[in-house]
């Protein structure tokens, strides 16, 4: 179980293999991602960070968020392996998925939150 201060509920990490990929998918939403990340995830994927911008992104302000694709009468990150209900870029990920589920939201929404995770217990 991942617990971090401040959070009064754990993850368990290994219930993301039964979930389908529920924080992946749903409602629409942004799904931020820095700088340095679209640098990496270029790397990784082979592609200037001109083109991850292009192909991969929506630009808010001076902000980016990567897009997403109808999926199961909503929304999926356009990463989202439908296969595998998985992420595809998974250790490219962006810190915003990274530090799911432990987000200041969820601390005062934590029904919304177990709603959305398996993995969630309350301490």
């Known amino acids: 179980m991942i617990r971090q201060d401040g959070f009064n509920y754990e993850f368990d990490s290994s219930k993301c293999d039964e979930c389908g990929g529920k924080c992946c998918t749903g409602e629409s ?14 790397e990784y994927l082979g592609y200037k960070p001109e083109l991850i911008k292009e192909i991969f992104l929506e630009k808010f302000d001076n902000k980016y968020s990567i897009k997403e694709k109808p ?20 250790e490219y990920r962006p810190k915003q998925c990274r530090t799911f589920p432990f987000w200041e939201h969820f601390k005062k929404n934590y029904k919304e ?4 995770c398996i993995g969630v217990r309350q301490l």
Do not use: H, M, T, V
Not at 29 to 42: A, K, Q
Not at 73 to 90: H, R, T
């Open 71 to 90: 999926y199961q009468n909503g929304w999926a990150c356009i990463f989202f392996d439908e296969k595998n209900k998985n992420c595809s870029i998974y």
């Open 29 to 42: 939403g942004y799904i931020w991602i820095s700088e340095d990340e679209i640098r990496s995830l270029g």
């Open 113 to 116: 939150l177990e709603r959305e």
